[in-house]
Nanobody
Framework: QVQLVESGGGLVQAGGSLRLSCAAS????????FGWHRQPPGKQRELVAT???????NYADSVKGRFTISRDNANNTIYLQMNSLKPEDTAVFYC?????????WGKGTLVTVSS
């Protein structure tokens, strides 16, 4: 079992920045995938950025160059630094982890970008 707790969402103006955090109840080295997804209003959940088990990272094309995923293995935490935010980034952001064939999700944190 893996518990994930997100923090850091909120309201920001377009062009601003936010940093999200996700703390896991297991060591990050125990996780095959650890990252962020988001669900915009009325749309499906989509991948934002994620670490793979080999340490590589993937980003959605829509956030490349603006968002950066990072990790603190000592504290079993990942971060998502979001810069140059746009109104279309408005979404509930979910922390996601996979261990073996089981997916785990946080409760989500709302990010609202005003124009």
């Amino acid at each position: 079992q893996v518990q994930l707790v997100e923090s850091g969402g909120g309201l920001v103006q377009a062009g601003g920045s936010l940093r999200l955090s996700c703390a896991a109840s297991r060591r990050t080295s125990d996780l095959d995938v650890f990252g962020w997804h988001r669900q915009p209003p009325g749309k499906q959940r989509e991948l934002v950025a994620t670490f793979n088990s080999d340490g590589s990272s993937n980003y959605a094309d829509s956030v490349k160059g603006r968002f950066t995923i990072s990790r603190d293995n000592a504290n079993n935490t990942i971060y998502l630094q979001m810069n140059s935010l746009k109104p279309e980034d408005t979404a509930v952001f979910y922390c996601h982890a996979r261990r073996g064939f089981i997916n785990y999700w946080g409760k989500g944190t709302l990010v609202t970008v005003s124009s």
